[in-house]
C-alpha cells in the first residue's frame, strides 16, 4: 500500500508530501530510515536525541513519528509522554523502533501513549505497511474530527 499523497499531481494541483520525523541516536538508523522513506514520497525530519525530537516539534507537526526507545537525554518513552500530554501533537502516532524485545518494555511504551512497536533491526516492508496504516486511521480520525468541529459549528450557529 503506498502513500497516495507523496508528492504526486491530483487534479492538476500538487500535493504535499508526507512528513515523518525519525528521531534516533545512530546516525546509520536515520540513513537506514530516510533512504527507505524517501523512495517511497515521504518527506523525512531527522532528529538525533529526544530534545532535538522535542525540539522540532515545538515548529513542525509531522504526520507520523518514528522514535527510538535508548536515546541521550530523554529517553523515547519520555518524548512519546510529552508528545502525548500535548494537545496539540497528541493524535500523530508514534511507533516507537526498539531493540529492546521484553513485553516490560513493550507495555512501558503503550503506557507513554506509542500506537505501535518495530523491533530493530527492522524490515523495510515491515515499516511502510505499519507507516501506512497508521496513516490511513490518522486520516481517518482527522476527517471524523472535521466533521465533529463543523457539526458543532453549525448547532452553534443554529442557536
Known amino acids: 500500500m503506498r502513500q497516495q499523497n507523496a ?23 536515520l540513513r537506514l530510515l530516510q533512504a527507505i522513506l524517501t523512495a517511497e514520497g515521504y518527506e523525512i525530519i531527522s532528529a538525533t536525541n529526544g530534545q532535538e525530537a522535542l525540539s522540532i516539534l515545538d515548529t513542525q507537526a509531522p504526520a507520523l ?47 507513554a501513549g506509542a500506537e505501535d512497536f518495530i523491533s530493530k533491526p527492522f524490515d523495510r516492508s515491515e515499516v511502510l505497511a505499519r507507516i501506512a496504516m497508521l496513516l490511513q486511521v490518522k486520516g481517518l480520525n482527522d476527517r471524523l474530527n472535521d466533521a465533529y ?6 448547532t452553534s450557529f443554529g442557536e
Open 7 to 29: 508528492g504526486k499531481l491530483s487534479e492538476g494541483l500538487p500535493m504535499r508530501k508526507t512528513k515523518i520525523l525519525c528521531a534516533d541516536d545512530e546516525p546509520i538508523n
Open 65 to 111: 513519528i518514528l522514535l527510538d526507545v535508548m536515546m541521550p537525554y530523554i529517553d523515547g518513552y519520555e518524548v512519546c509522554r510529552k508528545i502525548k500530554m500535548d494537545e496539540r501533537l497528541r493524535n500523530i502516532p508514534v511507533i516507537m523502533l526498539t531493540a529492546l524485545k521484553s513485553t516490560e518494555e513493550r507495555i512501558k511504551g503503550i503506557e
Open 149 to 154: 468541529m463543523n457539526i458543532t459549528q453549525l
